[in-house]
Nanobody, 126 residues
Framework: QVQLVESGGGLVQAGDSLNLSCAAS????????MGWFRQAPGKEREFVAA????????YYGDSVKGRFTISRDNAKNTVYLQMNSLTPEDTAVYYC???????????????????WGQGTQVTVSS
């Protein structure tokens, strides 16, 4: 079992930045690729970003490329999502998730992730 707890969400204005964190406990953190997804009301869950077990490979959804950066610190069992130039379209609940597959082919696919956090709300006002 891996327990994931997100933090860092909140209410910001368009153009602002936020840094989300996801702390993991339980099984060995570095055994998992880590991803971020988001879900807005009435919409399907959307892939945001993912990083490999070592953090050397990252992959992003088209809507966040160039604005968001995923990183991880395996010594701290934590994955981060730095979000810059936020827009109202980024408003959603953001979830982190753990993926046993260390291949970018599987990164954007929600059902390849075994463990999920409870989510943190990000609201961007215009």
């Amino acid at each position: 079992q891996v327990q994931l707890v997100e933090s860092g969400g909140g209410l910001v204005q368009a153009g602002d930045s936020l840094n989300l964190s996801c702390a993991a406990s339980g099984r060995t953190f570095s055994d998992y690729a880590m991803g971020w997804f988001r879900q807005a009301p009435g919409k399907e869950r959307e892939f945001v970003a993912a990083t490999s077990r070592s953090g050397t490979t990252s992959y992003y959804g088209d809507s966040v490329k160039g604005r968001f950066t995923i990183s991880r610190d395996n010594a701290k069992n934590t994955v981060y999502l730095q979000m810059n130039s936020l827009t109202p379209e980024d408003t959603a609940v953001y979830y982190c998730a753990a993926n046993p597959h260390n291949d970018i082919y599987y990164f954007p696919v929600p059902n390849q992730y075994t463990y999920w956090g409870q989510g943190t709300q990000v609201t961007v006002s215009s």
